[in-house]
Nanobody, 121 residues
Framework: QVQLVESGGGLVQAGGSLRLSCVAS????????MGWFRQGPGKEREFVAA????????YYADTVKGRFTISRDNAKNTVYLQMNNLKPEDTAVYYC??????????????WGQGTQVTVSS
């Protein structure tokens, strides 16, 4: 059974930082492209960031580029999202996702349950 379990969300003031973690089990982690998505209040789920199997390449949405960093530790089956200079518009439920192919990363095979991030102004 595949499980993606996110943690690290919370309430933070604008300009602050948070680091999200996602631990994966039940799948060959090092063979998965990993990503983060988010869904803000009243909005559709949107792509945030993705990282290749080796961690050698990353891709970001324009809205978070330069502020967020995705990374992974294949020995720990964990992917991270470091979020700096947070803005109120970053408020959302953040979801971890796994997919076998980079080309279809925007429609992942597996999803986590989500973790809430709230940024106060």
């Amino acid at each position: 059974q595949v499980q993606l379990v996110e943690s690290g969300g919370g309430l933070v003031q604008a300009g602050g930082s948070l680091r999200l973690s996602c631990v994966a089990s039940g799948l060959p982690f090092s063979r998965q492209v990993m990503g983060w998505f988010r869904q803000g209040p009243g909005k559709e789920r949107e792509f945030v960031a993705a990282i290749t199997r080796s961690g050698g390449s990353t891709y970001y949405a324009d809205t978070v580029k330069g502020r967020f960093t995705i990374s992974r530790d294949n020995a720990k089956n964990t992917v991270y999202l470091q979020m700096n200079n947070l803005k109120p518009e970053d408020t959302a439920v953040y979801y971890c996702a796994a997919n076998e192919r980079w080309a279809t990363m925007f429609t992942p095979d597996y999803w986590g349950q989500g973790t809430q991030v709230t940024v106060s102004s």
